[in-house]
């Protein structure tokens, strides 16, 4: 029951991060959590949760970090439209807005949590957040 409770605390972890380090380690819990069930004892599942989350992180997190410094032109979907310039279409200040990026309209909000984006103004796109756009003025 412990590894099963560890591999959801690191993968909540990892979904709130989303850096691609805490994921190697819930699965390397759940390969302990499977050790342990299969009979073996606690020092063995310790072993088992230790060397195949240092495999997978060895393995998983030079990949992972590769997409991250991918050039913004070889960039895919919402990773390809930060930088872009978007046109406020309607008021943006921390309880929200709309900017058209791309020809589609986008929720967003400001980068900067008090700043405020009047409607016609150009705008960058500094981050995506789901299917909302932080931006700040051009």
């Known amino acids: 029951m412990f590894w099963v409770l560890l591999?959801?605390?690191?993968?909540?972890?990892?979904?709130?991060?989303?850096?691609?380090?805490?994921?190697?380690?819930?699965?390397?819990?759940?390969?302990?959590?499977?050790?342990?069930?299969?009979?073996?004892?606690?020092?063995?599942?310790?072993?088992?949760?230790?060397?195949s989350?240092?495999?997978?992180?060895?393995?998983?997190?030079?990949?992972?970090?590769?997409?991250?410094?991918?050039?913004?032109?070889?960039?895919?979907?919402?990773?390809a439209l930060v930088g872009k310039t978007a046109l406020v279409t309607e008021r943006v200040d921390a309880d929200g807005g709309a900017v058209k990026l791309e020809g589609e309209l986008w929720s967003a909000r400001p980068y900067v949590p008090d700043e405020v984006i009047e409607s016609g103004r150009r705008?960058?796109?500094?981050?995506?957040q789901g299917a909302t756009a932080l931006v700040s003025e051009a």
């Open 53 to 79: 989350s240092g495999l997978l992180f060895g393995f998983v997190r030079p990949i992972a970090r590769g997409h991250m410094r991918t050039p913004a032109q070889l960039r895919t979907g919402t990773a």
């Open 7 to 51: 591999a959801v605390i690191l993968a909540v972890g990892e979904v709130m991060s989303l850096s691609l380090f805490l994921a190697p380690f819930a699965l390397g819990a759940l390969a302990g959590a499977a050790a342990e069930l299969a009979g073996a004892g606690s020092a063995i599942a310790i072993i088992v949760f230790l060397v």
């Open 123 to 128: 705008v960058h796109v500094v981050e995506i």
